[in-house]
């Protein structure tokens, strides 16, 4: 892991934080943030939904872990004008900011007098998510929420944090455990190289080569290769089986580890995959 | 500490008068509105319910949220834990946690 900015750095990992670590994290190049002097941009949490917030397009939680509050959101999908794309959601995050303190106190009145409850709202959950810089404030998008019904799992994800924590404080390179139960996952730095970056637009060509060049396993190519994938539909599973030369019970394996981490989203249906970086 | 509601223990209970913390337990006997904790250091807390009456607890541990003072915790809210919570494990973590408070307060 370069401390330089100037590289382009995807970092894989999923990081156990607090939500106090995320309140005192420095933004750095490229809308990502440091944390112990590390970059971070998937995170998990495990706190208690204090408050729920419904919009159109998305659901704003606000999570109380004991060492802070922040508040994250869930894009909704509608399945009918397939995935609802991000960026069009962040253009209905500015029309509706105006309205949200009062949807907030009609939500209030809402649930009083019809006793209409988020499922998740006085429960602790699991939360993993994106970490980004938007107009220069933290905001926090949520890939995944889970209740937790073993409550051990709050615990476990502290002491993760916290070992997390002394590992980097300590300089180890290493960036700790994820909350995945694959022993697969491993931390990488991908350099994406000049060539590569010019020819973002579906280059497959250049993809492939690229992909020969720095002889990355399958997982790595399916990701490469959903993640240049910029049509809203995303890319099939059967195009990743035929790229890659696999089964397409290979690729089905690999898809969930991602949905499973968060790192991709279906989209028009169960068979379509785009990238959530 | 901002809007921090620290997990602790029964032994670091001092350091938090008149502040609003977290603490696990097993729920023990009723005493009117009152009930005690036994928390996972061994130790007892009076938890004054009168401001959460309407609830009651659903499993046998819990987590009390709730401001400390003079020897009772008054219960704001709690969250009810499931029946193989591991006190041992917990009790660790929180003295891990007050050593490395910066990631937590």
New interface residues.
């Given amino acids: 892991m370069t401390n330089n900015p100037n590289e382009n750095v995807i970092v894989r990992t999923i990081t156990p934080l607090?939500i106090?670590?995320i309140q005192l994290s420095t933004e750095s190049e490229g809308n990502t943030f440091k944390i112990d002097k590390e970059f971070v941009m998937n995170v998990s949490l495990v706190g208690?939904v204090i408050k729920v917030i419904n919009g159109n397009t998305y659901t704003n939680y606000t999570i109380?872990d004991?060492?802070?509050?922040l508040k994250i959101r869930e894009f909704k999908r509608n399945k009918q004008n397939n995935m609802i794309d991000q960026e069009e959601q962040e253009q209905e995050q500015e029309q509706e900011q105006e309205q949200e303190q009062e949807q907030e106190q009609v939500n209030e009145e809402k649930k009083k007098s019809e006793q209409i409850q988020n499922p998740f709202e006085?429960?602790?959950v699991r939360i993993i998510g994106n970490l980004k810089a938007y107009k220069k404030q933290k905001s926090f998008s949520v890939n995944k929420i889970m209740e937790i019904?073993?409550?051990?799992q709050?615990?476990t994800h502290?002491?993760e944090?916290?070992l997390v924590?002394?590992q980097r404080i300590n300089g180890v390179t290493n960036q700790g455990q994820t909350t995945s139960q694959e022993s697969q996952i491993k931390e990488e730095k991908i350099e994406i190289k000049k060539e590569t970056n010019k020819n973002k637009n579906n280059n497959i060509i250049t993809q492939q080569n690229t992909d020969q060049i720095l002889g990355l396993a399958l997982k790595d190519k399916a990701l490469r290769l959903i993640s240049s994938n910029q049509t809203s539909s995303g890319i099939s599973l059967q195009e990743l089986s035929k790229k890659l030369k696999s089964t397409e019970e290979e690729i089905r394996e690999i898809v969930d580890f991602f949905l499973d981490q968060g790192q991709i989203y279906i989209t028009i249906d169960d068979e379509h995959f785009r990238s959530t970086d | 500490m901002s809007s921090a509601t620290p997990r602790i223990n029964f032994k670091y209970l001092s350091e938090f008068e008149g502040k609003t913390i977290r603490i696990v337990g097993k729920v023990g006997e009723k005493q009117g509105n009152n009930v005690i904790l036994h928390t996972t250091d061994n130790g007892q807390v009076i938890v004054d319910r009168s401001n959460n009456l309407e609830k009651n607890y659903q499993t046998n541990n819990v987590e009390v949220l709730g401001v400390w003072n003079n020897n009772q915790l008054s219960e704001l809210t709690f969250f009810n834990l499931s029946d193989n919570f591991d006190f041992d494990t917990h009790n660790q973590m929180i003295d891990l946690s007050m050593k490395h408070k910066e990631i937590f307060m």
């Fill in positions: 607090t106090r670590q208690t109380d004991g060492t802070g509050q006085n429960k602790y019904t073993d409550s051990n709050i615990t502290f002491l944090a916290i924590h002394i």
